[in-house]
C-alpha cells in the first residue's frame, strides 16, 4: 500500500524555482510509475510529467517541457520535480500518483484511472 505525501509547494516569484518532492512511506515506490498532476481552479486536472520505475522513461506536458524535470531516488522512496522558470500559469494544486502496471506516456495522458494520489501541495507564481 503505498502512502504518498507531496510537499515543498510554496508563493515563488516569477522566473523562480522550487522543487517539489513526493515521498512514500510504505517503501514500495521504487516498483511504480509515478506522476505529477496539477489542478488550477475551475481547470481540469492534468498530467504534468510522469518517470517510469527505473528512472529512464519520463514524460512531459508541453507547456513544461524545458523547464520542469523529473526524477527518482528510489532508495529514499522520492520523486522529485524541479521546476524552473517559473511563470504565473504554473499556478496550481500539485499532486503525485502512483501505479503499478501504467507507463508514463499512458499515466501522463489521463483517462485512466491511477490507483494512489497524495494530497497535494499548493503552489503559487505571483510577483
Known amino acids: 500500500q503505498l502512502q504518498l505525501v507531496e510537499s515543498g509547494g510554496n508563493l515563488v516569484q516569477p522566473g523562480g524555482s522550487l522543487r517539489l518532492s513526493c515521498a512514500d512511506s510504505g517503501g514500495t515506490l521504487g516498483y511504480s510509475t509515478i506522476g505529477w498532476f496539477r489542478q488550477a481552479p475551475g481547470k481540469e486536472r492534468e498530467g504534468v510529467s510522469c518517470i517510469g520505475s527505473n528512472g529512464e522513461d519520463t514524460k512531459y506536458a508541453g507547456s513544461v517541457k524545458g523547464r520542469f524535470t523529473i526524477s527518482r531516488d528510489n532508495a529514499k522512496n522520492t520523486v522529485y520535480l524541479q521546476m524552473n522558470n517559473l511563470k504565473p500559469e504554473d499556478t496550481a494544486v500539485y499532486y503525485c500518483?502512483?501505479?503499478?502496471?501504467?507507463?508514463?506516456?499512458?499515466?501522463?495522458?489521463?483517462?485512466?484511472?491511477?490507483?494512489?494520489w497524495g494530497q497535494g501541495t499548493q503552489v503559487t507564481v505571483s510577483s
Open positions: 500518483a502512483a501505479d503499478l502496471w501504467l507507463s508514463p506516456a499512458t499515466m501522463c495522458s489521463g483517462g485512466q484511472t491511477i490507483s494512489y
